[in-house]
């Protein structure tokens, strides 16, 4: 596809589960971010992937948070035994040479805890 | 201190008028500058880039001042429309160009 593509766009799951969320880059983008945004507040940097380089996982909260990319392709965000603070709509972007060009977004997963 | 610091506002402006905010970067060694719009339960979307010499688009322009280290945004002749939050992005070469956004700046135009 032409744009960023995120999947699920909604998850309900039950407090203690283990979610994945997925996106899909724009073809050829070598750099990957993950941000976590609640209800009303602004944007929350997790991960950034650049290319080869070693990710920047400095945003992560805690270590029941991790993600990987395989090369300039997928990347999977996974959170473990979820608890109801990670309710949040969970926005991937990438762009074409970590910042070098504009970043484009997917329109996100709204992740709902109960 | 935050990297990027934005006035959370919000702007009430009357349809019509010309409302303009700036945002702050403390890291002198900041690369790349770009203006982001949200509008409420979306994504974030690109509004413009920011160059050295200042840019317009359409009834928009940004400036750089990198000497004191803020970039600015004014939209002219405000539409309803505009009401969004708008978000301020620095890349930063020591962070591997990595995207620091502000806090963003929400602007509500009124008719």
């Known amino acids: 596809g032409a744009g960023v593509s995120q999947s699920p766009s909604n998850k309900v799951t039950e407090k203690g589960k283990d979610v994945e969320l997925r996106c899909d880059p724009i073809?050829?983008?070598?750099?990957l971010y993950w941000y976590r945004q609640r209800l009303g507040q602004g944007l929350e940097f997790l991960i950034y992937f650049q290319g080869n380089s070693a990710p920047d996982k400095s945003g992560l909260p805690s270590d029941r948070f991790s993600a990987e990319r395989t090369g300039e392709s997928v990347s999977t965000l996974t959170i473990q035994r979820t608890q109801q603070e990670d309710s949040a709509v969970y926005l991937c972007a990438s762009s074409g040479q970590g910042g070098k060009t504009e970043a484009f977004f997917g329109q996100g997963t709204r992740l709902t805890v109960v | 201190r935050k990297e990027v610091e934005q006035d959370p506002g919000p702007f009430n402006v009357p349809e019509g008028a010309t409302v303009a905010f700036n945002c702050t970067y403390s890291?002198?060694?900041?690369?790349?500058f770009f203006w982001y719009r949200q509008d409420c339960r979306k994504e974030p979307k690109l509004l413009m880039s920011v160059y050295s010499s200042g840019n317009e688009d359409g009834r928009f322009t940004a400036q750089l001042n990198r000497a004191s280290q803020y970039i600015s945004l004014l939209i002219r002749d405000s539409k309803l429309s505009d009401s969004a939050t708008y978000l301020c992005?620095?890349?930063?070469?020591?962070?591997?160009?990595?995207?620091?956004f502000g806090g963003g700046t929400r602007v509500l135009v009124k008719p």
């Open positions: 890291n002198s060694a900041s690369q790349s």
């Open positions: 992005v620095v890349t930063i070469r020591a962070a591997g160009n990595k995207l620091t």
């Open positions: 073809s050829g983008h070598t750099a």
